[in-house]
């Protein structure tokens, strides 16, 4: 079984810094791409950053709302994924959920896997 175990979040105030990250455990042939999303109470999950693992290194994407703000990274020796969070605001309060998408085996594919989330609450 393939577990996300999240950590890191807390409570900062606007304009602070947090770095989230996720380990990834069990059994499995790659995860990739993996990522952060995130829930603010009474909305949607929404992506916040992914990274994949590619021949050419690693390719990143982040929504709109966090460019030049959150840095996503991966280190595939620990199997850890990390986003380092700067110029926080009261608007990235939300739980963060790790995602990564797991191929258990060498076969074509792949499962959705989520940790249990971590709170980030960023005060005004």
């Known amino acids: 079984q393939v577990q996300l175990v999240e950590s890191g979040g807390g409570l900062v105030q606007a304009g602070g810094s947090l770095r989230l990250s996720c380990a990834a455990s069990?059994?499995?042939?790659?995860?990739?791409?993996m990522g952060w999303y995130r829930q603010a109470p009474g909305q949607q999950r929404e992506l916040v950053a992914t990274?994949?693992?590619?021949?050419?290194?690693?390719?990143?994407n982040y929504a709109d709302s966090v460019k030049g703000r959150f840095t996503i990274s991966r280190d595939n020796v620990k199997n850890m994924v990390y986003l380092q969070m700067n110029s926080l605001k009261p608007e990235d309060t939300a739980v963060y959920y790790c995602?990564?998408?797991?191929?258990?085996?060498?076969?074509?594919?792949?499962?959705?896997?989520w940790g249990q989330g971590t709170q980030v609450t960023v005060s005004s």
């Open positions: 995602h990564g998408n797991v191929q258990r085996d060498g076969r074509q594919r792949w499962y959705s896997y």
């Open positions: 990274v994949t693992s590619g021949g050419s290194g690693d390719s990143t």
């Open positions: 069990g059994q499995f042939f790659s995860i990739n791409p």
